[in-house]
């Protein structure tokens, strides 16, 4: 499932190539995604100029210029493609997740420009757009989620009335998006991980220096995936549709067995199941 780096990869991919621009045509293929795109959805996105494209937590947000909003979900398996007229054999693909070229098949999203085009392919439909008529209606649809680790309120006095009297493992914590946004079962491992602290840690019995460790690694983790896969749609005509470079730098995710990597460690990554989730540590510096 894309987390929060490769959406902010896709999002400067779609930056770079649509803002400004004016919506032609909005064609819809298929309309049962996780939520159902209205009949109405075409309408309301023609004619309309993209101001600017962002992003918050794992969501893609296009930003009219009127005021109003289109919210996009990758969900388990979306990808964005960007056709430009007449060419579609180039790679196209804005992240680094599945086919570098458009697939012939689950193209349920098409984006119509003066001379692009972008789709939205989703195998396992359950992502999904929503249009949003003003700032107020945005706020409110994320009004559930804790804040991205990279906002200043991500701080230890949040961490600290957080985790107050919770026995709640700080794995799960890692990645409930009411915690905080963004952070998914990948990047949670490599953060506790780099923090040395156990997965399996109750989270009020976490101390001041675990939770400076938390909240530095959040950061540095998100980062530098984003500046991996990044570096790869510096140009995006050099797309290479190829896997993101972040996981040459995994240190236990999916690494179950191997020598632990930490400096004069003797450990072994182990794999464990937390809420069903596959979840990668150290067994001996990790505590």
Do not use: W
Request: charged fraction near 25%; aromatic fraction near 12%; charge should be positive.
């Amino acid at each position: 499932m894309p987390e929060l780096p490769e959406v902010e990869i896709v999002k400067q991919s779609l930056a770079k190539k649509i803002q400004q621009k004016k919506i032609k045509k909005v064609i819809i293929k298929n309309r049962n995604l996780r939520f159902r795109i209205p009949l109405k959805f075409e309408k309301l996105l023609q004619k309309k100029i993209i101001k600017k494209v962002t992003r918050f937590s794992k969501y893609l947000i296009l930003n009219f210029s009127e005021g109003s909003f289109c919210l996009i979900h990758l969900g388990m398996s979306g990808t964005i493609y960007l056709i430009k007229k007449n060419n579609l054999n180039e790679v196209t693909n804005t992240s680094f997740y599945n086919s570098p070229n458009l697939p012939k098949k689950h193209n349920h999203v098409e984006i119509q420009f003066q001379d692009l085009k972008v789709i939205y392919n989703d195998p396992r439909r359950f992502g999904f757009f929503k249009f949003i008529y003003n700032k107020q209606e945005l706020m409110n649809k994320f009004s559930h989620l804790g804040p991205e680790p990279f906002f200043e309120n991500f701080n230890l006095k949040y961490l600290l009335k957080y985790f107050f009297n919770k026995k709640k493992n700080i794995k799960n914590f890692l990645i409930d998006q009411k915690f905080v946004s963004g952070i998914g079962n990948i990047y949670a491992s490599e953060i506790l991980f780099l923090s040395k602290i156990k997965p399996t840690r109750q989270a009020m019995k976490l101390s001041k220096e675990d939770c400076k460790k938390i909240i530095f690694f959040s950061r540095s983790v998100l980062n530098k995936a984003i500046q991996k896969g990044g570096s790869s749609i510096r140009d995006f005509k050099n797309v290479s549709g190829k896997s993101g470079n972040f996981q040459k730098e995994f240190k236990v995710y999916q690494r179950e067995n191997l020598n632990c990597l930490g400096n004069e460690c003797a450990g072994k990554v182990k794999k464990i199941s937390i809420s069903n989730r596959s979840t990668f540590f150290c067994n001996i510096c990790q505590k």
